[in-house]
Every structure is written in C-alpha cells, then in structure tokens.
C-alpha cells in the first residue's frame, strides 16, 4: 500500500500587532493578534525539502506589520482580507490564505468626566475573533466573539429533563444563568459592509436577547440570539454558538443558623456542560444544505458525524477534519481522497457495511437508507429480469472477492451498472480493492456535494 502526503498548510502564527493612528491628536489603538496561512501545492516542500515555492513563514509577519501601516486596520476584517489577498499574490503555488485575528480591546482612561486623548485601560477577557479564507476569485469572512462573559441573576429555570438511577441534579425554578460565549457568523459574499458597525450590532443584539429571554435551558437562549441576528441581519448566513455553563450553586448555610433565600452562591469552575448549537437559514424548499461555512464553523464531533454520513470510517473523517479551514470544496474533495488513500482492510469492511446491495432495498437499521435509496433511483426494482440479474451478478462477486460489489449508481441505469460488474469480475485483486475504495470515495463526494449545495 503506498504512502501519500495528506492535506496540509503552513503559516505563522500569533504576530502581535498594534496600530496607533496619531493622526490627530486623539490616538486610536488596534491591538491584534494575526495567525496567517497558506495552503496549496507544497508538496514539494514535504518529499523533496524542495523550498523552491515556499513563501518563509517571517516573510509572511512581515507583511502582517507592513501592512498594518500601508492598508490600516479600518476594521480587523478588512485588514485580514488585504493581508490575505496580498499572501496570495506573493505566493504563486498558493491555492489559498487562511487569516486569524484576535482583538484586544481597550477604553479611554476617564479623567474629568471624558475619556483622556491617548491613555487606555484594557478591557476584560472579551476578544473580537476574525477568520478569513481568500483564495483566486472568492473570499469568506467570518466573525466573532469569545469569552463574553455573561449572567443573569433570574429568569431563567432548568427542569422537566431525563433522569436515571445516577441522576442527582434538583429541578430548578429560578436560577442563575451563566456562559463564556463563543459566537461566530458568516457574511455572505460581495457585500460591502462596515465590519466594526455590523460587529457592534450583533454583540449589541446577543447581549440583549440573552438579557431578556426567559430560558427554560442554556439551549433555547442560544436559539433565540441566533434567529434574533438572522432576522435583524440578511448579510449574515448562518452563527455558531459554543457556551460553557458557568454553573452557580446555591450554599447551605443552615450548619451556620442563617438562611439562603437564594442569595449566596459558589462559582464552580469545573466540570462544566457544554451547550454548542448552529442556527442557520433555510433554503428555498425546506430542505437544509449545510454549505461549507456552515461546515466549517460545526463543533468538530458534529462535523465528524456528518462526514461519517458520506463515509462511515472514524479514522477517514477524522483526517478530513484534521484539514479545515476549506477554502472551497474541490479542497475538501482533494483532502477526501486523501484520507481514502490510506483505507485498511478492516475500515473498508466498515465502510461497505453501510451500502445494501445493488438492487436490494436498504435496511434502515443498517444502512444509509436515504442516501442509498435515492443513489440507486435507476435502478428499476419492478423488473424482475434485472432484479434476477442483479442478484446473479452480487452472488458471483461475493463469492469472486468475498464482500459486497458497490458502484456509485447516482446517474447510472441498470445496464450500465451490470455492465460494470461484469468488467470488474475480470479485475484482479488488488486492482479490484483499489476501484472498490475509488468507489466508495465517489459516493463520498458526491453526498458532499450534494450536502454542500
């Protein structure tokens, strides 16, 4: 079995950036932090040591400093995307850049009332996230936010949930609710936006949402603030949540004689649940296309689950997910092939498992029923000439090779279907294991796609 350079990509990163504008003689301050990356035809780098078109990781900080100066830092999203953009173009092997920021926020000192001309205190542990992918023809921003620390002291309950014999946790009618939130949103492409209006917009709508929902659970509170930016925002395709529950517990205080009418509380720290949710639009016909934004910004056990929906081997997804940032799909097909390259025995047992034969109706308790059902669309189950053939045909492969015959039947009929199976009886072994993973790889990508939009 060969060996086979996997997906990959290099940077630098964390070049603490930070631009005064002294322009007047009220100074401005963006205090960044900047990972950059590139991603595209290195392999060179990997087998050969062939730096030929390697742009140097201290080029790239470089440029982050140079063009702190020669662009500005209107906002850290329109900074990031003329440093990726300039990154690409220096780097003709580049199929695309990555760009990470992390703002630092800071407040004018009060003195007398206003805030003084050019002294600063940094805020709390809030950061203003940016990522941005650019590549030939296209450019995706994401923004966000972490570590907003948030917490109302009442209207928010927690009961009414499942319980077992290892259950301990009380109902609760009134308690504090409390997160560190993680947000992060997708713009649409090729809208001309104010990055910092539209940023404090939405840090603006989350907060109130969470401040005056009434939450039954951590969950709905993260529902309500996703739709509330989607319907204030039409700019904005989808937004992500991760919220650690900063859990509040009552204190007994009664050993000491003295009552607790919900009062006095201890911070735990940890163990934590963690509530993480999308909240997206839906398309034209009620059927929900994840997109690749979406993909991308999935926690990554949900988007593990839905690459195992394509091809149902741990090990293959977990090098796919390994990958992202996508800049595009035909990245995400080339990073699939990849992973398919490596397939042992034993996960290709796995992954066949998942397909019914052709022509059989598939079990739902065994099989991707849905996406299998609508694969083999052509295939007329009314004929029993072709049903006799087809189960002919399966009895004569299994028995050739010992595991079950699969083609990506999307697109195919009957006859072109039997006709394959007829030419693959005559392949030898390890040619035929190299067209059966070829196979299943094709059906990956096709539900990919499909599921991409």
């Known amino acids: 079995m060969g060996i086979v350079l996997g997906p990959n990509r290099y940077g630098k990163a964390e070049t603490r950036v930070v631009r005064i504008v002294r322009d007047t003689p009220r100074h401005e301050i963006r205090d960044l932090n900047v990972s950059t990356s590139l991603y595209g035809d290195f392999a060179a780098a990997h087998t050969d040591g062939d730096q030929s078109q390697v742009l140097p990781t201290d080029t790239q900080k470089n440029t982050a400093f140079a063009y702190a100066k020669k662009v500005g830092v209107h906002s850290p999203e329109d900074y990031a995307v003329a440093l990726g953009t300039r990154l690409l173009e220096a780097t003709p092997a580049a199929q695309g850049a990555i760009v990470l920021v992390k703002e630092y926020a800071w407040d004018r000192v009060e003195v007398d009332g206003r805030g003084h001309d050019h002294a600063f205190v940094r805020r709390g542990g809030e950061v203003r996230t940016v990522k941005v992918g650019v590549k030939r023809g296209s450019v995706d921003v994401f923004a966000g936010l972490e570590d907003l620390v948030v917490l109302k002291s009442t209207g928010s309950e927690f009961k009414g949930f499942l319980r077992d014999e290892y259950t301990t946790l009380p109902d609760a009618d009134d308690r504090i609710l409390a997160t560190a939130l993680q947000a992060e949103w997708s713009y649409r492409q090729g809208l001309d936006l104010d990055f910092d209006a539209t940023y404090d917009a939405v840090r603006a709508l989350l ?11 951590l969950q709905e509170t993260l529902y309500a603030m996703g739709r509330a930016v989607l319907e204030a925002h039409d700019e904005i395709d989808l937004i992500s949540f991760k919220a650690p529950n900063k859990h509040h517990f009552l204190v007994d205080l009664e050993p000491f004689g003295l009552d607790n009418p919900g009062e006095v509380f201890i911070a735990a720290d940890r163990p934590y649940g963690l509530i993480e949710a999308m909240v997206t639009r839906e398309p034209e016909g009620g059927t929900l296309l994840f997109g690749l934004p979406a993909f991308e910004a999935m926690p990554a056990d949900e988007a593990g689950e839905l690459l195992r929906t394509f091809l149902d081997v741990p090990r293959w997804a977990d090098d796919v997910l390994a990958g992202r940032p996508y800049a595009d799909t035909g990245e ?33 308790a065994k099989h991707d029923a849905e996406h299998s059902t609508r694969e083999q669309s052509g295939v007329d189950r009314g004929d029993a000439d072709v049903v006799r053939r087809l189960e002919e045909g399966n009895r004569a492969y299994e028995e050739r090779f010992g595991r079950v015959f699969i083609i990506r039947a999307a697109g195919r009929d009957a006859e072109e279907i039997l006709a394959e199976l007829r030419r693959r009886l005559t392949n030898p072994d390890d040619a ?3 067209e059966t993973i070829d196979q299943l790889t094709q059906i990956a990508v096709l539900r990919m796609k499909e599921a991409m939009g």
Request: aromatic content about 4%.
């Open 432 to 434: 035929e294991r190299a």
């Open 207 to 217: 907060l109130s949402t969470f401040a005056t929902t009434y939450s039954r659970a």
């Open 332 to 364: 995400l097909e080339a990073a699939m092939v990849a992973a398919s390259a490596t397939m042992t025995d034993d996960e290709l047992e796995q992954a066949l498992a998942r397909h019914p034969r052709i022509g059989e109706r598939a079990d739902a």
